[in-house]
């Protein structure tokens, strides 16, 4: 037992100085294991990833790569966790993500009245009824989502897309034709209403997932792209697009944010004027802040229509 602890300890102390001190907590998931090192592994692949094909990847690469998209499909890892009330990425899980296109050749994909034709499985594909009641969501027909994104009990996907390594909380509504992105994370109670669009991490490759806090409503054909964090109790209006450089005005305040929407912001869309005074430009405006408490009692619509006040 010792000895145990002592290899773990110098397993993690290593890892803290090599990638960090949260991924050695994952780190040390993996230490004692017959298989090699699991991040090890997958830092090396994705540092030689233009040699990878389909043919040429070695098989214990396959297998540390297979063996990450089964752990975000079933929810044991995440590519973002919040630690320490800081959302953390586990680069590595992302570069997993990545590293399993280049593993896999397309196949035929078998659909209700087509087929399809693509390097990445459905995640649905071989489910049973008794697994969908055992993992306790629901799917409306045409809703896909592939193989290696993680869903918890009492979600209800409408037909909408969630792509590999997205994670969607429980009790999460995804609505109609609304997109979650490659490895997007999104808390729990959350409303994804018609058309919204979460940006995912892929196409074009960004450094960090877009992150939606829990208990959030996102507004018809809204798009939160390009790693901005939405925090918790966000109310997001209908139609309202934000990237990193989109200007997140706080009214009250006056204060200018860029990629991350505070917690309990209430935000619409709106325009700023330019420093010369002859055009505005698109910014989202923070108009108040709602705390949960008044979330949980107050109907969306009634938040939305009151800005004025």
Same mark, same amino acid.
Request: proline share 3%.
């Given at each position: 037992m010792f000895l145990q602890s002592a290899v773990i300890f110098f397993g993690v102390l290593l890892a803290r100085l090599k990638y960090g001190k949260t991924n050695a907590v994952l780190f040390t998931t993996y230490i004692g294991s017959s298989m #090699? !090192?699991?991040?090890?592994?997958?830092?090396?692949?994705?540092?030689?990833?233009?040699?990878? *094909?389909?043919?040429?990847?070695?098989?214990? @690469?396959?297998?540390?790569?297979?063996?990450?998209?089964?752990?975000?499909? /079933? +929810?044991?890892?995440?590519?973002a966790e919040?630690?320490?009330?800081?959302? &953390? *990425?586990?680069?590595?899980? $992302?570069?997993? &993500?990545?590293?399993? %296109?280049?593993?896999?050749?397309?196949?035929? =994909?078998?659909?209700?009245? @087509? $087929?399809?034709?693509?390097?990445?499985?459905?995640? %649905?594909?071989?489910?049973?009824?008794?697994?969908? *009641?055992?993992? +306790? %969501?629901?799917?409306?027909?045409?809703?896909?989502?592939?193989k290696g994104a993680y869903i918890s009990k009492n979600c209800v996907l409408m037909p909408s897309y969630v792509n590999i390594g997205a994670y969607v909380g429980e009790g999460t509504m995804v609505d109609t034709w609304a997109t979650v992105g490659s490895c997007a994370q999104i808390g729990k109670n959350v409303h994804l209403s018609g058309g919204v669009g979460i940006g995912g991490v892929l196409e074009?490759?960004?450094?960090?997932?877009?992150?939606?806090?829990? !208990?959030?409503? =996102?507004?018809?054909? /809204?798009?939160?792209?390009?790693?901005?964090? &939405?925090?918790?109790?966000?109310?997001?209006?209908?139609?309202?697009? =934000?990237?990193? #450089? @989109? $200007?997140?005005?706080?009214?009250? @305040?006056?204060?200018?944010?860029?990629?991350r929407v505070p917690a309990g912001s209430?935000?619409? #869309? +709106?325009?700023?004027? /330019?420093?010369?005074?002859?055009? #505005?430009?698109y910014c989202a405006v923070i108009v108040k802040k709602v705390d949960a408490k008044t979330l949980g009692k107050v109907g969306i619509n009634e938040l939305l229509r009151s800005i004025e006040e």
């Open positions: #090699s !090192n699991l991040q090890a592994i997958i830092e090396a692949a994705f540092e030689k990833r233009a040699e990878i *094909t389909p043919k040429t990847v070695d098989a214990e @690469t396959r297998a540390a790569i297979e063996e990450v998209i089964e752990g975000l499909d /079933s +929810g044991k890892y995440r590519v919040k630690i320490a009330g800081e959302w &953390v *990425t586990h680069q590595w899980l $992302k570069k997993a &993500v990545l590293l399993s %296109f280049r593993i896999n050749d397309n196949q035929i =994909i078998d659909g209700a009245e @087509t $087929k399809y034709y693509d390097k990445v499985a459905l995640k %649905f594909a071989d489910y049973t009824e008794e697994r969908f *009641t055992e993992e +306790g %969501f629901r799917v409306v027909p045409s809703a896909t989502v592939r074009p490759l960004q450094a960090n997932p877009t992150i939606i806090g829990d !208990n959030c409503f =996102i507004g018809a054909r /809204s798009e939160v792209v390009e790693g901005v964090i &939405v925090e918790d109790g966000c109310v997001i209006s209908m139609g309202v697009f =934000i990237g990193q #450089s @989109t $200007k997140i005005y706080d009214r009250e @305040t006056g204060e200018i944010h860029y990629g209430v935000v619409v #869309s +709106g325009s700023l004027p /330019s420093k010369c005074g002859k055009y #505005s430009l």
